[in-house]
């Protein structure tokens, strides 16, 4: 009923930039908090970030002050500017987003995740 289509990875060098992008699509009566999480080889899932509704953010610490979240709540999508990278940022990154498929019953959904790697 609801997809979540991640785009924008690949491969940078350290200290590049990459952008990704997540569209949400389908039955969506409202969309709630969305973020991105991440998954390096051997490692358990990872916050990133997350952004409300209403434009407030937080971060982990390994990516504060490199990492940007926004949303356009219009195209129900949400984005990820990644500066500064890191060979440590190397990582299947996953877009999350609690969807409202009607009033007050509200799930959470994943996309199928893009890979960004960071070679040094």
């Known amino acids: 009923q609801v997809q979540l289509v991640e785009s924008g990875g690949g491969l940078v060098q350290a200290g590049g930039s990459l952008r990704l992008s997540c569209a949400a699509s389908?039955?969506?009566?409202?969309?709630?908090?969305m973020g991105w999480y991440r998954q390096a080889p051997g490692k358990r899932r990872e916050l990133v970030a997350t952004i409300t509704s209403g434009g407030s953010t937080n971060y982990a610490d390994s990516v504060k002050g490199r990492f940007t979240i926004s949303r356009d709540n219009a195209k129900n999508t949400v984005y990820l500017q990644m500066n500064s990278l890191k060979p440590e940022d190397t990582a299947v990154y996953y877009c999350?987003?609690?969807?409202?498929?009607?009033?007050?019953?509200?799930?959470?959904?994943w996309g199928q995740g893009t890979q960004v790697t960071v070679s040094s």
């Open positions: 999350n987003a609690g969807v409202a498929v009607v009033p007050g019953h509200l799930y959470a959904y």
């Open positions: 389908g039955r969506i009566f409202s969309i709630n908090a």
